[in-house]
């Protein structure tokens, strides 16, 4: 019998390769460099969004208020920002990093000292961030955004032999940036192995000695950082600031990060699956807009490849066959 | 299992006491809110919040949790609005309509029998395969209606929605009996005690013999079923159907199960204390409304509240008199006692 691979990261692999044969067949501008770089561009918010929920996932909790979070992040950087006549990229990295770990820290300080449970405290202050934030912007936008923060920063930029640029634009390099500081923290730093431990085994990590207010305050403040720091790149990208443009983009990136193998549970999880989780969601809405699908039918499309992706990688064969022998 | 019942009776005492609170505030403070159209108003409000949230609430008694309710139900509000536009729109009959509301429950139902099926027999989370179907019904939504609102049905519906039997309206009325049959089916049934057991410890459930995989597919069908009637009740409020509509509601649900004491890991929780939770954030909500406030100042409200009474709770398990067993929460520093027999342990835990 075919034994499929049992690491979520191999099988997102295969997924993936298989949607870019199945468009590289179907169209051709799929396989260029220019949409790659265009997928790049376009997913890297997420991406950050992505690698600091991994964080959490990891040390066994879960957060479902970044994504409003990094809205009053930005709203308020905007604020400071016009407030103190200008400002640069710095200064608004700093505060958005700053106020992004502040609202992580609030739910950290809820869990640890109070032992709420993680998905209860971040349903609440899901609640109270966006009831707050749309309560005292009165839903309003702000798009006279300084000028520095609309321009476009490209980093590398060249034309291909057919006439297309392929650039690597501001957001790209941040998300690099981020991912590699992940990867350090959770890979090569001790620190890292105890958010395992914790996600593991909470009793044990408490009697082997770990900080566990620290581990706490840690992975919620360094998702809360990477919420600011992506709620920034996305007003950037998007060149305005809406209130409520994140709502609902922590099921999403949820839903890729857990796709990309993060157990709901913690101590496992990996930066390559998550970024693959995204990217197999990406390169499913990128193909359908190149195939002229109905933007209409997007939703319904990545819904059925995640569903799909689902059931094929944990159907559990064993299961089925000791029912199939028993009736 | 008596124990259980303790810390359940206690939950309830503490919430009913929160809402006589809540309601003396707002007496004290809003001129016109004890007042007949005040508490209509309310009595109108309170059924489609509460119909998902009797659909979530077993996927939580269970451990597990249904993201895609709020879809499931504009999904099964659109099945109703095509079977009454195929028998003539506003023309339609009652027998159509029977036909429409049998046809809602049906995909309803089926829709949550697919997840349950998937979450059974895969070891994928509830939460990822709900998820999954949340986004696939949007879209599924999305494509079929183009983003529009569906209406043109016949009077009689708009009157249901907004009907009164006895001075009660009529939604309020199915709302009480849908949740008399959810505590019924929790409390007195074989199926509700497989369910708190899943809940408490599926795999220990398995080896007791419980059919783990038959009664998760169950869970997920009835949860299905609830939101097809609480899609119903949508449709017949608003005299038409868009998808989308009641998205913001997902969150909430979440929030009132919490609020009315179901533990988030499973196995523990009471339908009464869920419909008087509801009661308060509907309280809350119509009271700040009289207060000049906006939604949006209610919807922070209510996180707020959901954290404040976590607090309290935890206050309470940590400060109480020492003969009840506090579970696992709020224990004293310093290594863990001796766990007694018959309390489950918990190793592997969201939190």
């Known amino acids: ?327 | 299992m008596r124990t259980l019942f303790n810390i359940g009776r206690s939950e309830l005492a503490g919430l009913s006491a929160l809402l006589l609170v809540v309601l003396v505030l707002f007496g004290l403070t809003t001129p016109r809110f004890w007042s007949l159209a005040t508490f209509q108003s309310m009595t109108f409000q309170i059924p489609e919040l509460g119909l998902l949230t009797l659909a979530m609430l077993i996927p939580i008694l269970s451990g597990g949790l249904n993201l895609a309710i709020t879809f499931i139900a504009n999904i099964a509000g659109l099945t109703m609005a095509w079977v009454l536009q195929s028998f003539g729109g506003p023309e339609a009959g009652s027998l159509a309509f029977i036909i429409a509301i049998v046809a809602a429950l049906g995909v309803g139902a089926l829709i949550g029998w697919l997840m349950g099926v998937i979450v059974a027999y895969t070891n994928a989370h509830p939460i990822l395969v709900s998820l999954a179907f949340m986004i696939f019904l949007h879209g599924i939504g999305e494509y079929l209606t183009r983003g529009g609102d569906i209406s043109g049905f016949p009077l009689f519906v708009a009157t249901m929605g907004h009907g009164t039997v006895a001075g009660l309206p009529v939604p309020l009325l199915l709302f009480a009996f849908c949740a008399l049959v959810w505590h019924i089916l929790l409390t007195r049934t074989p199926l509700g005690f497989s369910i708190h057991m899943i809940g408490s410890n599926q795999r220990a459930s398995h080896y007791a013999g419980i059919d783990t995989k038959r009664v998760l597919t169950l869970i997920y069908t009835l949860s299905g079923l609830m939101c097809a009637v609480a899609g119903i009740v949508m449709l017949a409020r608003f005299n038409s159907v868009r998808v989308g509509h009641g998205e913001a509601y997902l969150l909430i649900t979440v929030l009132a199960c919490f609020l009315g004491g179901v533990d988030p890991f499973g196995g523990f929780g009471r339908t009464v204390s869920v419909v008087i939770a509801l009661v308060t954030l509907q309280v809350i909500a119509t009271g700040l409304n009289l207060l000049g406030a906006n939604q949006h100042l209610a919807t922070a409200l209510w996180g707020a509240f959901l954290v404040m009474v976590m607090v309290v709770r935890w206050l309470w398990t940590r400060y109480r008199p020492k003969e009840i067993y506090d579970r696992d929460r709020g224990r004293p520093r310093g290594p863990a006692p001796p766990t007694p027999p018959g309390i489950r342990v918990r190793t592997k835990a969201v939190r």
């Open chain 1, 1 to 327: 019998m075919l034994r499929l691979p049992r690491s979520p990261e191999a099988w997102l692999t295969l997924v993936i390769i298989g949607m870019c044969l199945i468009l590289g067949v179907a169209t051709d501008t799929f396989w260029t460099l220019a949409n790659a770089f265009d997928l790049l561009n376009a997913s890297a918010i997420n991406v950050i969004f992505a690698v600091g929920l991994l964080v959490v996932l990891i040390a066994g909790g879960i957060d479902i208020s970044f994504a409003v979070a990094a809205s009053v992040v930005q709203y308020v950087t905007a604020l400071a920002v016009m407030q103190i006549g200008g400002g640069n990229w710095p200064i608004a990295l700093l505060i958005a990093a700053l106020v992004g770990f502040g609202l992580g820290a609030i739910n950290a300080g809820l869990i640890h000292y109070f032992r709420i449970i993680s998905i209860v405290v971040t349903i609440a202050t899901f609640n109270a961030f966006f009831g707050f934030l749309m309560f005292f912007t009165r839903g309003v936008s702000i798009y006279n955004l300084p000028d520095w923060w609309l321009d476009r920063i490209i980093f590398f930029e060249h034309e291909t032999a057919s006439g297309d640029f392929i650039e690597i634009r501001l957001p790209a390099v941040v998300m690099a940036v981020m991912v590699l500081l992940t990867w350090f923290l959770i890979n090569r730093f001790n620190l890292g192995r105890q958010l395992f431990a914790l996600g593991d085994n909470p009793d044990g990590a408490q009697r082997i000695g770990i900080n566990v207010a620290g581990m706490h305050f840690l992975a919620y403040g360094w998702l809360g950082v990477c919420a600011g720091i992506g709620g920034l790149m996305q007003a950037h990208y998007v060149q305005e600031v809406v209130p409520n443009a994140l709502y609902g983009r922590e099921l999403d990136v949820l839903a890729a990060v857990v796709l990309g193998g993060a157990r709901l549970g913690g101590g496992k999880g990996t930066i390559l699956g998550a970024i693959l989780g995204v990217i197999l969601i990406a390169i499913a809405e990128n193909g359908l807009n190149l195939l002229g699908v109905s933007p209409y039918a997007f939703k319904m499309v990545v819904g059925a490849v995640i569903l799909i992706a689902i059931t094929t990688s944990n159907l559990d064969t064993r299961g089925l066959l000791s029912r199939r022998q028993r009736a």
